[in-house]
């Protein structure tokens, strides 16, 4: 489900969704859906899960047939797996991490029902996962990292929270992310990866900040991560491609302004277009 | 994903003898699959059988000898992973062995979501997390970063209240890599969950960040450590363990460290906001610093450090 989600989403950037069978996608997505629980399994036959249950409502979102999402059930999923403390876990089973927290909150306002769990509770549980540089983790204590930061700062977004966040100082965190190279990593000391050119630059655009990254070395750095015989991106240059390392690479030059690229949502990581249909706007930063 | 099976001499369930009377049960994609997967036979095999145990709601060891395979061929899939527990906890199996089989699933695959999951149900339900440091501790030998490993350590400790020892285990952490974020992390974790940050436990941080920054002044985890400490203190950060002077010196010495100027302008800044009588001259020194980091010292981020320069001018200009 992911995968779909990866591809439609960086073949819309490209301008190029009519190559793809809706009606198959459409059809595929329908018989992920877990009746029973309300959410979307990754694929035929297995559990739903909060992460496959976003998935399929971007993609529905994108292909503008949303009517086809069974609403009420998918939000009983979602509102049944936010904990006493605001927390959301991924399935019945329990594992907590604030991916989980955006997931829920990103597909509850696709759906427009935001009405349907506790945000405080939601906010709040975010700002526990907050440390002193300013980032966020995956748990409270757990360390900084520049995914979990992209999700939490688009909780905030949705939930309009974002002044919680001191912005110079985690817009500083994520804009050392930047290596002499131009790419991004996703912690201090790793190495850098083209999936950060979304974490990082996704959030900073939240914090008003985008442009503390050096753009120019940037787009050297995702260009390089191009297979020019295969096509496709991937993490760091010489790598395998995939999908998931392309269309980050792509979201992350649509973000730079890159031309022959549609705009991309900093929150939602999809087309604007789709989140103008809906009426969707999202809090950014003023600096 | 997939495993080093040899198909000429893996026994494929459909041929053994103990297995005729279960029915596979194939994979149902629809008719026109979208993303459709190249399974080895073998894969198709073991994951045939699986859905049959996972039809007819079967709970044998059998069963559970299964999920070995499946889970060898996809350690990701957690819907394996919860009908194993449902196994388990059917037969009563012994869960130090399910121990043992969690530890070598996570050693092959330590940055998998789904084998920490499952090992931290084992552990809750054991009631037993004695084995749980030395895990982590073999994982960090092979990765000291790996993220799932320390959420794991981070839960154990917490649950179980064992962090005796845990700050010397940080010490050893950073005595090979000073600059393992994750473990200047953990530190800071631990401390804020046992002594808090008393005026003892900040001076006694802030001496053992410097002795970090003095090995490797080019490290950003060291620095960010130090700032954060800083933080916990109420009076002038520049007076804890005498940092203005230990900066200066470091400045004066000619060292040009992002990490260092940076640090000097948020004294500085803070020197601003403290005593308004110091502003004039403290100022002009941090936009200068400000203007070095943007054109020379730390180029890269120009627009941040313009950015700073811009915000303390208008803070604590004339």
């Keep these: 489900m992911s995968g779909i989600y990866w591809g439609i989403s960086a073949i819309d950037l490209l301008g190029q969704l009519d190559r793809m069978d809706r009606s198959e996608i459409v059809s595929f997505i329908k018989k992920c859906h877990d009746t029973t629980t309300g959410g979307f399994a990754p694929s035929i036959g297995h559990d739903a899960h909060l992460l496959y249950t976003l998935s399929a409502v971007q993609i529905l979102a994108i292909l503008d047939v949303l009517e086809e999402v069974d609403t009420e059930s998918t939000v009983r999923f979602i509102s049944g797996l936010q904990n006493e403390d605001g927390s959301f876990s991924g399935d019945k089973w329990g594992e907590i991490d604030t991916r989980f927290s955006f997931c829920a909150v990103a597909c509850l306002a696709l759906l427009k029902r935001l009405d349907a769990v506790n945000l405080d509770k939601a906010v709040d549980f975010v700002m526990k996962c907050q440390n002193v540089d300013g980032g966020f983790g995956t748990r409270p204590g757990s360390e900084s ?8 700062l688009g909780l905030l977004s949705i939930t309009g929270q974002l002044h919680r966040v001191n912005g110079d100082l985690l817009g500083w965190w994520l804009c050392e992310r930047q290596l002499p190279s131009g790419g991004l990593n996703g912690r201090p000391e790793k190495l850098p990866d083209v999936c ?13 900040r985008l442009h503390w990254i050096n753009a ?6 995702i260009m ?5 015989e295969t096509g496709g991106f991937t993490d760091r240059p010489g790598d395998m491609v995939d999908l998931y390392h392309t269309l980050f690479g792509l979201a992350g030059l649509s973000l730079l302004g890159e031309s022959g690229l549609k705009p991309i949502n900093p929150v939602f990581c999809m087309p604007q277009y789709v989140l103008d249909k809906l009426a969707l706007s999202v809090q950014i930063m003023a600096v | 994903m997939g495993s080093n099976v040899d198909e000429n001499t893996w026994v494929f369930y459909k041929d053994r003898k103990e297995w005729a009377d279960v029915v596979p049960v194939p994979q149902d994609d629809g008719p026109h699959p979208v993303v459709k997967i190249a399974y080895s036979n073998v894969f198709t095999d073991v994951y045939d059988y699986f859905r049959a145990m996972m039809c007819s709601g079967e709970l044998s060891q059998r069963a559970l000898d299964l999920t070995d395979d499946a889970l060898n061929m996809n350690a990701a899939n957690y819907t394996v992973w919860q009908y194993r527990r449902k196994i388990l906890k059917h037969l009563g199996s012994n869960l130090e062995n399910e121990l043992t089989f969690c530890r070598d699933m996570i050693e092959v695959n330590p940055k998998n979501y789904q084998v920490w999951h499952h090992r931290r ?20 030998n092979q990765d ?32 090979d890599d000073v600059r393992n974020n994750s473990a200047w992390n953990q530190r800071h974790f631990t401390i804020a969950l046992t002594t808090g940050f008393t005026p003892e436990v900040i001076e006694r941080e802030v001496e053992y960040a410097k002795n970090a920054i003095k090995k ?3 490290n950003e985890s060291a620095w960010s450590y130090l700032k954060g400490v800083a933080q916990h203190h109420d009076g002038y950060m520049g007076s804890i363990c005498h940092l203005e002077e230990w900066c200066q010196e470091m400045y004066d010495a000619g060292t040009r460290s992002p990490h260092l100027l940076s640090f000097m302008i948020d004294i500085n800044e803070d020197k601003m906001e403290r005593e308004p ?13 400000c203007e070095a980091l943007a054109n020379e010292h730390d180029k890269i981020r120009e627009e941040y450090w313009k950015y700073v320069k811009r915000h303390l001018s208008h803070s604590f200009g004339a």
Excluded at chain 2, 147 to 173: M, S
Aim: aromatic fraction near 12%; charge should be negative.
């Design chain 2, 277 to 289: 009588s110091s502003r004039e001259p403290v100022l002009k020194e941090t936009l200068d610093m």
């Design chain 2, 216 to 218: 490797v002044v080019g």
């Design chain 1, 216 to 221: 120019t070395k940037m787009n050297v750095f």
């Design chain 1, 145 to 152: 990292h520049a995914g979990q930061i992209y999700c939490c």
């Design chain 2, 144 to 175: 000291a970063k790996n993220y799932h490993a320390w959420e794991h350590r981070q839960w154990v400790l917490r649950t179980f209240k064992l962090f005796d020892g845990e700050l010397d285990f940080v010490d050893t952490l950073l005595e």
């Design chain 1, 196 to 208: 950060y050119s979304w974490w990082v630059l996704a959030s900073l655009t939240m914090l008003g």
């Design chain 1, 224 to 228: 390089a991560t191009q297979d020019s």
């Design chain 2, 121 to 140: 149900v084992i552990v809750e339900w054991l009631g037993d997390a004695s084995r749980e440091l030395r895990l982590t501790e073999m994982i960090f």
